[in-house]
């Protein structure tokens, strides 16, 4: 079967994530679609099987346009997904969560159903009690399932979304095979989306970059790496001058502390950062970055090492202890975890006055607020809502709302989703905490902004950490180095 | 001005609604709407043991309503008030039987003792939800039927009576633990000026200061609330426990102004309307004592009813509960309103 996305269009406000996107799929060949974070492959993917519809453009299956409103409609149409995170119902059986695929009856044929079952994983050697509970499987085994399941169901086009993020490496050689004998014996086609340059290249017959919601580059694997790396993240102007601040002393020392999650844990690391200075952490989502990040402020458990600021050990201690040593955080998700929609700007501006008085007085709030409006360029009223104000002027509330004297501030992507004119301003003012002795960490996926605004960077890699100098590292190093590449390459 | 005029307006429409509907019910089972209408109207205000008596109801209602704002500001259904009431008069309850002083140390304490029962059954709640993941919902009503198990087994053991134990409770109190009434009439001033004063504090508390503030913040969003250095944990609980205070003040109320002794029915369902009160106040205590005695009037106007046209007094339970109801619809859909509204505009610019 082949498959043709035609100049498929998505736009989320005034977001492009897919900005007019084509590529073809032939049958019995596995295709890569590669990109780094915020490319616009999910978005793409979900127009693809149905969670979304496109804006605009067509899907073509053997030539025919087909458009469906549902997930059901697309495997109907033999297009199905894998998520990155398996939808399925750990509570219950694993046949039953198969028997989810046969919706022709009211009352499911189990006996038939359990021999389909077997039948398909004793063709692909998967190991799967009929009636053993999900929530006893390994994400690398529900991956097997939820396989499986869209096979009952005739998908003739599987769609992976990150497959190999938290399974293990014998798991992996087995979806490979997997997914070798889906495509070459079986003649499916298989749609690997992935922003891991060498499972790629073991993997896929044939390869389309994305970057900033439009297609890069194309490529028959095998093709080399410099040439992918290129297409992932453009070619750029050399960093800009930038000026140093002499370090002062240790602000923020972190001794073989580990960070444990479900998918990954940061492990037994050191790190120092002193006063006045600017470090960039780099790595694609969900490599680690935001759990250490998070770390520095108390804001995650920490199961060993210590972290200790300004010389005072904050080993688990409460969010609000590390606010009282100075340290503040600003998230990514500001309207999900940094402001309160519903609330005025006002009320925010009283709300971080944590040591004020019990009772507010309204009017000085009021006065603050409107400083601080002044001050940061907000475009807004003291008694908006937070909800009222554009993504650009959110940020400047967010650093508005910063204490005025901090020693560490912790920031994710302190500039996504701005124009290039907020977003130097908003540089220029955190720059210029420097000269008061802040020290900055900070995540960004942008690695013009990593390059241009950081002392040091730390690259991140499924939790593992490298420390490089800002200055004598060029743009392509840095896309080797986020994409688990070494520095071999370059 | 516009503005806050259409606002009253919009809150008009849905008690319309309700009468509608309720006439309708009463078209249907023949009896003439105005006439019902008229009753309890009556039976709620002709005379002034009446009014006393919707006064008196109002109390436990108010007190109640003005709690489950304070944690629904905060974002949380705190449905456990019922048990809440109930281990306040169990405290009021323990005072009145075993400290025999004169009145007014007695009813201080009582009262304070029925506040000191119902924070501490409204921070298990609290601690249940912070430290043991239980949904407030459940943990609440789990907690509801705890506290009146333990109320039935305190009436029936320590606390039976010489002649036998019964549903009817325990030995009415020694004179001094009786909330002292207004003349013959069946509302004691001092229940009515604790409410009041209650009704300042909360609204004071949570209109001027940080601590209101933060419960709001936590109530719209958790999360940001936090980030942004809301200490929610303790925020959380002394939610909890102002509205278990309140809700253990109504029960202290109950046992020694309305009954003079420990029954196990104290909390009488008090909780649960007054939850409705809280929605329909739209979580502001301002409006109460408003909505309070309307409950409060129609629930004592109902009986009335049966008396003089052989209807079921339960129709004011369906008078009560659709208004409720045409509340959240109509403000539902004012919601949904505004939002396509704004999506219209956002899509044209």
Known sequence: MKVELVDIHKYFGPVRANDGISMTIESGTIHGLLGENGAGKSTLMKCFSGYQSPDRGVVRVDGRPVSFDSPAEAIAHGIGMLHQDPLDFPQMQILDNFLLAFEDRILPDRRKGRKVLRELGARFQFDLDPDAEVTSLTIGERQQLEILRLLALGAQVIILDEPTTGISAPQKEKLFATLHRLAEQEGRSVVFVSHKLEEVEELCHHVTVLRHGRVTGEAEMPCPVSRLVEMMFGRNLPPAERVSVQPGQTVLRLEGVTVPSYRLQVQDVNFEIRAGEVVGLAGLEGSGQRLFLRACAGLEWVSAGHIHVDGQELTGASYQRFLDAGVAYTPANRMEEGLVGALTLSEHFALVDRHGSFFLDWNGVRERALKGIAHFNIIGRPDDPAAALSGGNQQRLMLALLPSHLRLLLMEHPTRGLDVESARWIWQQLLARREDGTAILFISADLDELLERSDRIVVFCGGQMESVHACDTTVEQLGYLIAGKGQTGG | ?349
């Not at chain 2, 924070?119 to 609440?140: D, M, P, Q, R, S």
């Not at chain 2, 300042?200 to 508390?205: K, M």
């Open chain 2, 1 to 349: 001005m516009r503005k806050k005029l259409m606002g009253v307006l919009w809150g008009l429409v849905p008690i319309l609604l309700a009468l509608l509907f309720t006439m309708v019910v009463l078209v249907i089972v023949g009896a003439s709407p105005l006439e019902a209408y008229r009753n309890i109207l009556l039976g709620a205000f002709e005379s002034p043991e009446k009014m006393a008596d919707v006064v008196a109801a109002c109390v436990p209602l108010i007190l109640c309503g003005v709690g489950m704002c304070v944690t629904f500001t905060a974002g949380q259904w705190n449905v456990g008030v019922e048990g809440q009431i109930i281990l306040g008069a169990i405290f009021a309850t323990w005072v009145a039987r075993n400290l025999l002083w004169p009145q007014v140390p007695v009813l201080t304490l009582m009262v304070l003792a029925g506040i000191l029962g119902g924070a501490l059954w409204g921070a298990v709640a609290g601690l249940l939800k912070v430290y043991g993941k239980v949904h407030e919902i459940f943990g609440g009503l789990g907690l509801n039927y705890l506290a009146q198990g333990l109320a039935i087994w305190l009436i029936f053991n320590p606390w039976k009576p010489a002649d036998g134990a019964t549903m009817s409770g325990t030995d009415p109190f020694p004179g001094p633990a009786w909330m002292p009434h207004f003349r013959h009439l069946r509302v004691a001033p001092l229940a009515v000026v604790l409410t009041l004063v209650a009704v300042v504090i909360a609204y004071f508390l949570l209109q001027g200061t940080r601590w209101g503030l933060e419960l709001k913040a936590m109530g719209k969003n958790f999360r940001s609330a936090f980030t942004l250095g809301v200490p929610s944990t303790s925020r959380l609980l002394i939610a909890f426990s102002t509205c278990g205070g309140l809700a253990g003040l109504a029960g202290a109320i109950r046992c020694s102004a309305r009954y003079g002794r420990m029954i196990p029915d104290i909390a009488g369902g008090q909780g649960y309307l007054g939850l409705l009160v809280a929605l329909l106040a739209g979580y502001r205590p301002q409006w109460v004592p408003l909505i309070a005695l309307f409950f409060a009037a129609v629930g004592v106007g109902s009986p009335r009813l049966e008396l003089n046209m052989q209807l079921d007094s339960s129709l004011g339970g369906v008078l009560r509960t659709s208004v409720v109801l045409a509340v959240m619809l109509v403000n539902g859909w004012r919601m949904l309103r505004a939002r396509q509204v704004r999506r219209a505009v956002e899509e044209a610019a």
